[in-house]
């Protein structure tokens, strides 16, 4: 069974940094496609930042030169080191994992999220 555990979230003032980190089991860590997305109240879920299984980034431009995503597949972990943040990050922080399987379409699977809070 796939679980994916975010933590690092919490309450911080504007400015401040946060490492958000989930933890991947009953995947094969190596081959997913790793993102993080965010969901304020009463706003769709929006993309934040992936990474390929490759290593290959790609962030929102709300975030671009403050967010930073990473992963390590020994350790079956990803990353997403948050700076500078602003009161308009404030939303749950979701982990996704997109693995591709052979002549069906990728599974894809959720953590239960993690909530960050910056106030102004």
């Known amino acids: 069974q796939v679980h994916l555990v975010e933590s690092g979230g919490g309450l911080v003032q504007a400015g401040g940094s946060l490492t958000l980190s989930c933890a991947a089991s009953g995947i094969l860590f190596s081959a997913a496609d790793m993102g993080w997305y965010r969901q304020a109240p009463g706003q769709q879920r929006e993309l934040v930042a992936t990474?390929?299984?490759?290593?290959?980034?790609n962030s929102a431009d709300s975030v671009k030169g403050r967010f930073t995503i990473s992963r390590d597949n020994a350790e079956k972990m990803v990353s997403l080191q948050v700076n500078s943040l602003k009161p308009e990050d404030t939303a749950v922080y979701y982990c996704?994992?997109?693995?591709?399987?052979?002549?069906?379409?990728?599974?894809?699977?959720w953590g239960q999220g993690t909530q960050v809070t910056v106030s102004s």
């Open positions: 996704q994992a997109v693995l591709p399987r052979i002549g069906a379409p990728s599974a894809i699977y």
């Open positions: 990474i390929t299984r490759g290593g290959i980034t």
